[in-house]
């Protein structure tokens, strides 16, 4: 057969579609033969076909008591061919760190063919005491390496030739075969229909998003180790208690602390709301020790018949957070505990509220 001509092409002979490189056409002209003929192939893979991706908000906040946030990726499927695809994402630092603010984050989510469901994951929110302000961090959605994957099958009645990635490929009549990984162009042979997998997504907008850490002042409560011995040995359990106003009985857990001896360590800092003198006091069956701002203000390591009240003044300033450290221990019987404040603009006791306990200090860190 004569071959083709055209201006644009290099004067040279085409004698076999496998040895001619692609670059040597211009878009337009590029060619799929079958059956010694040839026909237009368009450019690859339209964008329309793909589907997109993208998070449901540009920006999220999350208040650094709740602990986590969950985020949330919608995707909405082309007018095109219909099939899974899979996308990553990962956080990056702003003024919000990883491993002090928030727990680095990342990893993959799958779509199935024809799958609109949002999918979510979560990202750890870390005490962090230190701050004075809201911080944030981001979070990038990727597409990863493009991939087209699925089974080409050939309803006609002859060879066709295509070319899957640049390489030649010759599928008989009635055969099929799966591609992976491979750029496919569009359209296809007479004859030639494409079944898709998998195949690569767009980012729509948002594909980054801001999530702000609120502090501002308020406290959560203060970081709890729990031992099985009375001499906080044996560490069981490390939680974090909103207030400390217990009443237990025998054992404060049950299922991992035997009755009857075990200790409590609570650690962190507390921010006063006066600039004066403020009363600690504990109430509690058996013994206690406070330290306030490495002062040791309550010490009372005995064992008890009942609930006994302790007390222990110290100056503070508003607004600026102290360390804390509050120890107890109980040996038989019953169980309890309690802490509280008072001072002279807060005449009444009160047990001390959780915005101002914070669970990480520089001195008891987490």
């Given at each position: 057969?004569?071959?083709?001509?055209?201006p644009?092409?290099?004067?040279?002979?085409?004698?076999?579609?496998?040895?001619?490189?692609l670059?040597?056409?211009?878009?337009?002209?590029?060619v799929?033969w079958?059956?010694?003929?040839?026909?237009p192939v368009?450019?690859?893979?339209?964008?329309q076909?793909?589907?997109?991706?993208?998070?449901?908000?540009?920006s999220?906040?999350?208040?650094?008591?709740?602990?986590?946030i969950?985020?949330?990726?919608?995707?909405?499927?082309?007018?095109?061919?219909?099939?899974g695809?899979?996308?990553?994402?990962?956080?990056?630092?702003g003024?919000a760190?990883?491993?002090?603010?928030?727990?680095?984050t990342?990893g993959v989510?799958?779509?199935?063919g024809?799958?609109?469901?949002?999918?979510?994951?979560?990202?750890?929110?870390?005490?962090?005491?230190q701050?004075?302000?809201?911080?944030?961090?981001?979070?990038?959605?990727?597409i990863?390496?493009?991939?087209?994957?699925?089974?080409?099958?050939?309803?006609?009645n002859?060879?066709a030739?295509?070319?899957?990635?640049g390489?030649?490929?010759?599928?008989?009549p009635?055969?099929t075969i799966?591609?992976?990984?491979?750029?496919?162009?569009?359209?296809?042979?007479?004859?030639?229909?494409?079944?898709?997998?998998?195949?690569?997504?767009?980012?729509?907008?948002?594909?980054?998003?801001?999530v702000?850490?609120?502090?501002?002042?308020?406290?959560?409560?203060?970081?709890?180790?729990?031992?099985?011995?009375?001499?906080l040995?044996?560490?069981?359990?490390?939680?974090?208690?909103?207030?400390?106003d217990?009443?237990?009985?025998?054992?404060?857990?049950?299922?991992?602390?035997?009755?009857?001896?075990?200790?409590?360590?609570?650690?962190?800092?507390?921010?006063?709301?006066?600039?004066?003198e403020?009363t600690?006091?504990?109430v509690a069956?058996?013994?206690?020790?406070?330290?306030?701002?490495?002062?040791?203000?309550?010490?009372?390591w005995?064992?008890?018949?009942?609930?006994?009240?302790?007390?222990?003044?110290?100056?503070?300033v508003?607004?600026?957070k102290?360390?804390?450290?509050?120890?107890y221990?109980?040996?038989?019987?019953?169980?309890?505990?309690?802490f509280?404040?008072?001072?002279?603009?807060?005449?009444?006791?009160?047990?001390?509220?959780?915005?101002?306990?914070?669970?990480?200090?520089?001195?008891?860190?987490?």
């Open positions: 057969m004569p071959q083709p001509k055209h644009d092409w290099e004067q040279q002979p085409v004698t076999d579609l496998q040895a001619v490189p670059h040597r056409f211009r878009p337009a002209l590029l799929i079958m059956l010694g003929c040839y026909e368009l450019s690859p893979l339209q964008a076909t793909m589907s997109t991706v993208q998070f449901n908000a540009a999220y906040s999350v208040d650094a008591a709740q602990g986590a969950t985020v949330t990726v919608t995707r909405s499927t082309g007018t095109g061919l219909s099939a695809t899979t996308l990553s994402y990962h956080t990056i630092d003024t760190l990883s491993g002090q603010d928030y727990s680095q990342e989510l799958t779509w199935v024809g799958e609109e469901t949002d999918k979510s994951f979560a990202i750890r929110i870390l005490p962090s005491a701050a004075q302000s809201d911080k944030t961090f981001y979070i990038q959605l990727g990863g390496p493009i991939a087209t994957r699925g089974k080409l099958q050939n309803r006609g002859a060879n030739k295509l070319r899957l990635g390489a030649l490929t010759v599928l008989p009635s055969q799966t591609t992976d990984s491979i750029q496919l162009q569009f359209p296809l042979p007479a004859g030639v229909v494409f079944t898709p997998d998998q195949l690569p997504a767009q980012l729509g907008t948002p594909d980054k998003a801001a702000t850490i609120r502090t501002s002042g308020r406290g959560w409560g203060l970081k709890a180790e729990y031992f099985d011995n009375i001499d040995t044996n560490l069981r359990l490390t939680e974090t208690n909103a207030v400390i217990f009443t237990w009985g025998t054992t404060p857990k049950p299922e991992i602390i035997r009755p009857g001896t075990f200790s409590v360590r609570w650690t962190g800092q507390v921010l006063p709301a006066f600039s004066e403020h600690f006091s504990t069956e058996d013994g206690v020790r406070l330290w306030v701002n490495g002062r040791l203000v309550i010490n009372d005995t064992e008890h018949d009942g609930p006994v009240e302790k007390r222990g003044v110290i100056s503070l508003a607004g600026q102290v360390d804390l450290k509050l120890e221990y109980n040996n038989l019987g019953a169980a309890s505990v309690k509280f404040w008072s001072s002279s603009r807060q005449k009444t006791r009160k047990i001390v509220p959780q915005d101002h306990l914070f669970p990480t200090s520089a001195a008891y860190p987490r």
